[in-house]
């Protein structure tokens, strides 16, 4: 229990930083003193539900209950209509993986300019950090991640960046156009259909 409470104090925590929100600012907004924010965060100090609570919406976000088998459904959910500026840490383990990831794409184009290949690397990056993968999935990202930063500063950076793009594409489509898991009916009749 105390991991979970960890964890979504930690959630909170890095979305008011992402977001810009001082701790002071945060009080103000919450009602709550910055030193008692403080305490919460640094793990000093448990919050309570009503103070946890303030904390969120303070931070525009709203804390719901939802049946535990639904929870992967609704965390895709919520990063799928996520936009950049939410700042939605939807339990994702490996946020920071995407982050970094991000970070070189930034620095390849500070030393290289910008490239169609490090666009599409950019953009494939954000698809992937919206969906839910699987280890293998995530352990081809990680290892291209490794390559690219491996080989950043390299002279045959342009190849290898050309490789990862395709190899991110390939992943991409692979999770894009998976068949199903069972077949889905064209339409469906409800018990009060039986007439129609």
Do not use: C, W
């Not at 209950?65 to 500026?85: E, F, G």
């Not at 190849?159 to 009916?185: G, T």
Request: net charge neutral.
């Amino acid at each position: 229990m105390a991991y979970q409470r960890e964890s979504l104090v930690a959630q909170a925590r890095e979305i008011r930083e992402a977001s810009g929100v001082s701790q002071r600012a945060l009080s103000e907004r919450a009602g709550l003193t910055q030193s008692h924010i403080s305490q919460i965060e640094s793990g000093k100090m448990e919050p309570g539900l009503s103070s946890f609570i303030d904390m969120t919406r303070a931070l525009d976000l709203e804390l719901v209950l939802v049946p535990k088998k639904l929870v992967p459904a609704i965390l895709n959910l919520v990063k799928a209509q996520a936009t950049p500026s939410m700042h939605i840490h939807a339990g994702q383990p490996n946020d920071k993986r995407f982050a970094r990831a991000e970070r070189l794409v930034k620095q390849l184009r500070q030393i290289y300019g910008s490239s169609a290949d490090l666009d599409r690397i950019d953009d494939l990056l954000r698809f992937l950090r919206r969906v839910n993968l699987s280890d293998q999935e995530m352990q081809l990202v990680r290892e291209l991640i490794d390559r690219l930063d491996h080989h950043q500063a390299s002279a045959q950076a342009a190849p290898i960046v050309r490789e990862i793009a395709q190899n991110l594409q390939r992943l991409r489509n692979s999770i894009a156009h998976a068949a199903p898991s069972e077949p889905r009916p064209a339409y469906s009749l409800d018990d009060g259909d039986a007439d129609a």
